[in-house]
């Protein structure tokens, strides 16, 4: 569920206009905060930082979010992706 939260949320800040291509930086950095590891994987509720900006980076989903991004910025609207 976190990582359908992480697509949604991603699609929706490219809509609001930020570039979708600083999140997977961010759940970087925070992996390094909060020190990722394999047992921390297992035990945790939410995904490693460091897995979370891999699913985003992904070319597929960043592919959709940046074209979101781009028609934002383009003030061409968003038409609706969920």
């Not at 699609?11 to 600083?22: E, K, M, W």
């Not at 909060?34 to 297992?42: F, I």
């Amino acid at each position: 569920m976190e990582i359908e939260a992480d697509y949604i949320g991603l699609l929706l800040i490219a809509s609001a206009g930020y570039d979708p291509r600083v999140a997977p930086k961010v759940y970087e950095k925070l992996g390094k905060i909060t020190g990722d590891s394999t047992l921390r994987d297992y035990l945790s509720t939410h995904p490693s930082g460091r897995k979370r900006a891999e699913l985003l980076a992904q070319a597929k989903i960043m592919e959709e979010a940046f074209s979101i991004y781009r028609d934002a910025i383009a003030g061409r609207g968003v038409q609706g992706f969920l």
